[in-house]
């Protein structure tokens, strides 16, 4: 059985909830020991695959868990805004440290390596590929690519301000085209990823609501300075 139709069942059983383990960069938490504790404890609570940055990271996790992981490796690159898996070494790191889908953003922007490149590298690995998108026109261009998986992660980020609320009207439009969409993105509440399958996802990635305890515990505390005003 491929390793989508065995996802594919396990989201039947168990929901399709993907964690992403992504600390707040130099938080106390960004360390691999931590990272990989955090995805276990996830594998142990029903997540069906996990997402994870860089290749220490990955080494770490893949050691503890048995879930498929999707790995990214992001990187702040001088003349280009793309950040996440850039380039093909990176697809190739990723892949001998253990992941079972890469994940490339996959929007049309000015980039070191075209998207159709990435692509066949992952799948050189025989690995699945996941485009995280912006907009209709990426998903769909990387879905003629031949990217698996389709998900909405940077749609928000590429404007100066970023909504609150999850872009469930993009999931909408990619999966009514036929695209295998993963929801990714201020999935903040269990009720918001519920509306991300209403709408036709396939799974749904949570990051900083479960991981990021640093974001979670700024939200309260806005929520409570704005209550004793
Ligand atoms: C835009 C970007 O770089 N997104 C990143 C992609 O890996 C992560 O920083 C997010 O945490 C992830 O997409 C999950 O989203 P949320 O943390 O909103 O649940």
Known sequence: MSLIE????QIEVAGGLIVS?????ASPLDKPEIVAAMALAAEQAGAVALRIEGIENLKATR???SLPIIGIIKRDLPDSPVRITPFLEDVDALAQAGANIIAFDGTDRVRPVPVSELLARIHQHDLLAMADCSSVQDGFYCQRQGAELI??????????HTPNEPDLALVRALSDEGCRVIAEGRYNSPEWAAQAMKHGA???T???AITRLE????WYQ????????
């Open 215 to 218: 974001h979670i515990c700024q």
């Open 63 to 65: 050691a503890l868990v």
């Open 6 to 9: 065995k996802m594919s069942r």
């Open 202 to 204: 396939w799974a749904v």
């Open 222 to 229: 806005d929520a409570l300075t704005k209550a004793v005003k």
């Open 151 to 160: 998900g909405t992660t940077l749609s928000g980020y590429l404007t100066a």
């Open 206 to 208: 949570v990051g900083s």
């Open 21 to 25: 383990c992504q600390p707040v960069p």
